[in-house]
């Protein structure tokens, strides 16, 4: 069965500091792997998607890496900001052929909150 | 930027009743789904639709459940009777094409109350 863990389950940081969130999957067979920002009571929003092939990827203060040899990825942020208080997600995609539905398969999320 | 809409934001109903929740994903996109997520709780695949028929569905996704585009712009879970353990925020989501990169965008769920 397609899983994804995530650690740690929630983390405080103080404002300016950086921090890096885990995940471990096993998702077969693999096609990409993203991290979303989820706010309360919202839709989550992507941060980054990176496929087999790509071991990094930056968004702004946000970098994500990749090693699908390991199955396992890190969310990287720097100099966080109170505004990066929220869950962060890690979600993978299974490739499946025919009808390309490419299905997510969801962490239960690190919940990070930024204090002042 | 084009987003996905769903309405209502909140929905409130007794169980037993039957409840049709939104969605109008971005206008060009092919592939859409509905996930939900119960309070606390990782985020769940629902469905999949893809040229106007389900294209994969979870196992939570059973008779009570179905989805519809009736008029190329909307696209709607109906939850035919409500159960207790239905009460949840869904999400609808939309992705533009076929290549495995493509993201999936979503809106700003809809979180159903069941009495």
């Known amino acids: 069965k397609n899983q994804v863990e995530q650690s740690p389950q929630s983390l405080i940081i103080l404002e300016g500091k950086n921090c890096t969130l885990q995940c471990n999957y096993t998702v077969s067979p693999f096609s990409n792997l993203r991290w979303y920002k989820q706010d309360t009571g919202r839709g989550p929003v992507s941060l980054t998607i990176m496929t087999f092939s790509e071991n990094t990827k930056s968004n702004g203060r946000y970098t994500a890496t990749l090693d699908a040899d390991t199955k396992q990825s890190s969310l990287h942020i720097t100099a966080s900001q109170l505004s990066d208080s929220a869950s962060y997600i890690c979600?993978?995609?299974?490739?499946?052929?025919?009808?390309?539905?490419?299905?997510?398969?969801f962490g239960k999320g690190t919940k990070l909150s930024v204090i002042p | 930027e084009p987003e996905v809409t769903q309405t209502p934001s909140h929905q409130v109903t007794q169980m037993g009743q039957e409840v049709i929740l939104r969605c109008v994903p971005i206008s060009n996109h092919l592939y859409f789904y509905w996930y939900r997520q119960i309070l606390g709780q990782k985020v769940e695949f629902l469905v999949s639709?893809?040229?106007?028929?389900?294209?994969?569905k979870s196992e939570i996704f059973d008779d009570q459940f179905s989805v519809e585009r009736p008029d190329g712009s909307n696209f709607t879970l109906k939850i035919r009777s409500t159960k207790l353990e239905d009460s949840a925020m869904y999400f609808c989501a939309s992705r533009p094409g076929t290549r495995p990169s493509n993201e999936q965008f979503f809106g700003p769920g809809t979180r159903l109350t069941v009495l």
């Open positions: 639709f893809y040229n106007n028929e389900i294209s994969e």
């Open positions: 979600v993978v995609s299974a490739a499946y052929s025919g009808a390309g539905s490419y299905q997510l398969t």
